[in-house]
């Protein structure tokens, strides 16, 4: 049986941080990826292209944690 190994973070808090929060990078924290998390703060999720590019992988299941396990949903 072929088992894909999931992340240990939730689909629903990652798209509501990203929706609310993802020009703070604030979903990134979430999900263990704090360099990246800072470049989002500090640019304001890249002016808001960063943030939105991540809210669509999300949403798509191609965004990953920081150990590159996709997020459960």
């Known amino acids: 049986m072929n088992t894909i190994r999931k992340s240990d973070k939730d689909f629903v808090p990652t798209v509501l941080l990203c929706i609310f929060l993802g020009y703070l990078g604030v979903h990134r924290f979430y999900v263990g ?4 998390g800072l470049l989002m703060l500090f640019t304001l999720g890249g002016f808001g292209i960063w943030a939105f590019i991540d809210l669509i992988l999300i949403v798509t299941g191609g965004f990953t944690d920081s150990e590159g396990l996709p997020i459960k949903n």
Do not use: A, C, S
Not at 33 to 36: A, E, I, L, S
């Open 33 to 36: 990826k704090v360099g990246t």
